[in-house]
């Protein structure tokens, strides 16, 4: 059973910086697309980056210039190094496997960042 946990949201002030982890266990082999993702309180969930083996990486506009995603190919982790926060990047934000067609999904960790 492929599991997630995510690790590092919290409160921070606008202009601050977070790094959020993800670390997958339960799966053998390397996951070849991680993302995380973020859901706002009666918004819909939204794609924030997602990096595929290789390393290539896409960005919600939202975010391009102040985000960073990265992974540990190794431990099967991801990081999204988060700068510049803005109060609108308060979210739930969640950690994706994608794996032969299927979704997994972390448990999700709040971001809430104060003006």
């Known amino acids: 059973q492929v599991q997630l946990v995510e690790s590092g949201g919290g409160l921070v002030q606008a202009g601050g910086s977070l790094r959020l982890s993800c670390a997958a266990s339960?799966?053998?082999?390397?996951?070849?697309?991680m993302a995380w993702y973020r859901q706002a309180p009666g918004k819909q969930r939204e794609l924030v980056a997602r990096?595929?083996?290789?390393?290539?990486?896409n960005y919600a506009d939202s975010v391009k210039g102040r985000f960073t995603i990265s992974r540990d190919n190794a431990e099967n982790k991801v990081y999204l190094q988060m700068n510049s926060l803005k109060p609108e990047d308060t979210a739930a934000y969640s950690c994706?496997?994608?794996?032969?067609?299927?979704?997994?999904w972390g448990q999700g960790t709040q971001v809430t960042v104060s003006s």
């Open positions: 339960g799966i053998a082999f390397r996951i070849n697309d």
């Open positions: 994706n496997a994608h794996i032969w067609g299927s979704d997994y």
């Open positions: 990096i595929i083996t290789g390393g290539s990486t």
